[in-house]
């Protein structure tokens, strides 16, 4: 078993670094336009656009709690007890809160496919980014286990 952690944390990292740089869904509009955006690009639009706290929020939520959430795992991996002192209480509550991306495009494609006006599809990115999400969980969980 305890093999097994540092393998669940690196495939968690890969799996969430290709989530956030890979597309998450194709959206075709009246079969000319074509967007394949990825969390990062989405992220990068939306400050451009303007919409600064909208881009906070979900680059909080979706990149920067998800990295630090892995990097505090390989942490406690690595660096035994002492690791798992360093794992504040607060920030375990935030694990209930890591499908909330993959939720949120899910229902994007759902609201895209039933207008009319689009269709969607999903791409490697979400697929991706979803794994993280589940290996990561389960890195947690074997990290707790094994304290």
Known sequence: ??????????????????????????????????????????????????????????????????????????????????????VPGWFRALARWSMLDVVLVALVIFAAKTSGLATASTQPGLWFFAASVILTAAASALAKAED
């Open 1 to 86: 078993m305890r093999r097994l952690l540092p393998l669940l944390i690196f495939a968690a990292t890969v799996s969430f670094t290709l989530g956030v740089v890979l597309p998450l869904i194709r959206v075709e509009r009246l079969f000319l336009f074509t967007d394949e955006p990825s969390l990062a690009a989405m992220v990068y639009g939306l400050w451009a656009g303007g919409d600064v706290l909208l881009a906070a929020i979900v680059g909080l939520f979706s990149v920067a709690f998800p990295a630090l959430k892995l990097g505090l795992l390989h942490v406690a991996a690595y660096d035994g007890a002492a690791g798992h002192r360093l």
